[in-house]
């Protein structure tokens, strides 16, 4: 597609719930990442995906987080027994670039969104 | 550790004058430096980068920001601003060595009075 997409834009969690946030990149980017943005904070990293390779999970804030992206294309973000800190927007990005070598020169595409709220 | 800082919360200007946001890093090795903005309920878009070269970059809608290295400062810029530019915005800062990932900063959310 033309841009990144993530499906839903909106979810409501009650605390407890299992979640999973859906990005589609855009066609033939290599790199995936995801990141958390908290209220009034800049976004933080999560996970990286080169094709269906997670290579670096070290933003993962605990256990309940998984990523998978098995196909080199489409990635899932499950959140399992959600918790209020949860509460946040999560964002997808992709890069034709590959990490360590020119993924700065292509730079990342954002998606808009998904504000996981936890109730 | 790398960080970014962009030390203003918010910044006000009136349409018409010229607007500077703020933001200095901190890393080890070459930083490849990055301007996003963010519109309400929307991700984050590129406005522009420093990877070398001149340290003066041109970016998307008259946005330009200077690279310094003994600052170590990459200020966002623009010589006339529009009330279309009220958004927030954020410096992030990559390094070949520690990775992958964009640092970001908390960002600076810009006001634009008519």
């Known amino acids: 597609g033309a841009g990144v997409s993530q499906s839903p834009r909106y979810k409501v969690a009650k605390r407890g719930q299992d979640v999973a946030l859906r990005c589609d990149p855009i066609?033939?980017?290599?790199?995936l990442f995801w990141y958390q943005q908290a209220l009034g904070q800049g976004p933080e990293f999560l996970t990286y995906f080169q094709n269906e390779a997670q290579l670096d999970k070290s933003g993962l804030p605990s256990d309940r987080f998984f990523a998978e992206r098995p196909e080199g294309s489409v990635s899932t973000l499950k959140i399992q027994r959600t918790q209020q800190e949860d509460s946040a927007v999560y964002l997808c990005a992709s890069s034709l670039g590959r990490a360590g070598s020119n993924i700065y020169t292509y730079g990342y595409t954002f998606g808009s969104g998904t504000r996981l709220t936890v109730v | 550790a790398q960080s970014v800082a962009q030390p203003e919360d918010q910044v006000n200007v009136a349409e018409g004058n010229p607007l500077t946001v703020k933001c200095t890093y901190s890393?080890?090795?070459?930083?490849?430096l990055f301007w996003y903005v963010q519109y309400p309920n929307r991700g984050l878009q590129f406005l522009l980068k420093?990877?070398?070269?001149?340290?003066l970059v041109k970016g998307s809608y008259g946005f330009e920001a200077e690279f310094n290295k003994s600052q170590t400062s990459f200020h966002l810029k623009k010589p006339s601003a529009l009330v279309s530019d009220s958004a927030l915005y954020f410096c992030?800062?990559?390094?070949?060595?520690?990775?992958?990932?964009?640092?970001f900063g908390k960002g600076t959310t810009l006001s634009v009075s008519s």
């Open positions: 890393v080890s090795g070459n930083p490849y």
């Open positions: 420093y990877i070398t070269g001149d340290n």
């Open positions: 992030a800062v990559g390094v070949y060595q520690a990775g992958t990932a964009l640092i």
């Open positions: 066609s033939g980017h290599v790199s």
